[in-house]
């Protein structure tokens, strides 16, 4: 068998080779990686250097750029290589077009972080991620008492090693906003409405104009300086820690980050104007065909029951923990240089870049 693996960078391909390693060893498969390195102009042979090769790969990587008609050079590039399987990072950004016509071809299995915690995790799904997946469409199955005794523990587990309490934060009450990267492939493509944080934020300091609002942008956003001092009834939070927000918030509104899912954790109610693996489950207020929306979280009330559903769909049928991908210590060899590459591209390249 003859596996590929396609990510816009170097760190994505790492964080799916635990998966693309385990897939080949039980097949006796062989394995190519290809970084596309589409950033807008970019110079694409610095992101995959014969030293990054050498000190966390360790194989050969095809590197395919610049980014124009980027589309057309991966379709290329994968017909001549005719592989039986592809592990594809996210694939939205790289059109629909050539992941369709690759299907007609051969199996690909999408990719993606995963949640409670992402890192530790690999979200896969044979028809997309996040609202292009096949669990966003599949309805969510009614658990038992064990499967909740099961989510409740990795629950608490997760939020006890993730909340981080600031003693010096005080306020209760307020309406929670985190704001993503405007490049994000999940804002291009799936929010509809708003396609940068300050129209966001903006719209939603009228909307809810007798409401405080706590915003904290990505960390990875150039932009959060020019955030501040804008809206009256606006606050920029950039040092607290996120789940203490979620905490202490009345509820949360966003676009689709990964956040809207674990402020669920918290019993929040939550408003999403943007499209992603929640749309039609039932468990927030759905806002991106209808702003005015927004206003039905004062009058919604969660249902606990299909809540948890949907939580134990994400947690146990979406994604693998990546530790136990498979028993050939595959996942110690690779997995755990990940943090390193992330660690070298934060001193060698331009963070602003690097969409991990």
């Not at 749309?279 to 029951?305: Q, R, W």
């Not at 299909?306 to 595959?330: G, M, S, W």
Request: charged residues 25%; contains cysteine.
């Amino acid at each position: 068998m003859k596996i590929i693996a396609v990510a816009h960078n170097f760190i994505q391909l790492m964080r799916m080779m635990p998966a693309v390693e385990s897939i080949a060893s039980i097949t006796k498969g062989s394995t190519h990686y290809c970084a596309t390195c589409d950033y807008h102009g970019t110079d694409y042979k610095k992101w995959v250097t014969e030293d990054v090769k050498n000190e966390f790969l360790g194989r050969d990587i095809v590197t395919i750029g610049p980014p124009y008609r980027i589309g057309r050079k991966m379709y290329l590039f994968l017909a001549d290589n005719a592989p039986d399987l592809v592990f594809w990072w996210s694939g939205v950004s790289i059109g629909t077009s050539v992941i369709n016509q690759m299907k007609k071809r051969c199996k690909i299995i999408f990719c993606e972080v995963g949640f409670f915690p992402q890192l530790e995790h690999l979200y896969l799904d044979c028809q997309g991620i996040n609202y292009l997946s096949s669990a966003r469409s599949t309805p969510c199955l009614a658990i038992d008492e064990t499967q909740q005794a099961k989510l409740s523990d990795k629950i608490e587990r997760f939020k006890n090693s993730t909340f981080k309490e600031d003693k010096n934060f005080k306020e209760h009450g307020y309406i929670f906003l985190p704001l993503q990267l405007e490049h994000d492939t999940q804002i291009r493509k799936f929010s509809p409405n708003f396609k940068r944080n300050k129209d966001l934020i903006n719209f939603l300091s009228k909307e809810f104009r007798e409401e405080e609002i706590i915003a904290k942008p990505h960390p990875l956003d150039t932009k959060a300086a020019s955030y501040v001092s804008k809206w009256a009834n606006v606050r920029i939070a950039t040092s607290v820690n996120t789940h203490q927000l979620i905490k202490n918030a009345k509820f949360v509104i966003g676009i689709n980050s990964t956040v809207l899912i674990e402020a669920l954790l918290y019993n929040k109610k939550v408003v999403a104007f943007g499209k992603g693996l929640f749309t039609g489950k039932n468990v927030v207020v759905e806002a991106h065909d209808n702003l005015k929306k927004a206003k039905m979280v004062y009058s919604f009330i969660p249902d606990c029951a299909t809540i948890q559903n949907f939580l134990y769909q994400v947690a146990f049928h979406c994604q693998l923990k990546v530790a136990d991908l498979n028993e050939n210590n595959i996942v110690t060899k690779y997995y755990v240089d990940v943090n390193d590459a992330i660690e070298w591209y934060k001193r060698n390249l331009d963070e602003s870049c690097c969409r991990t």
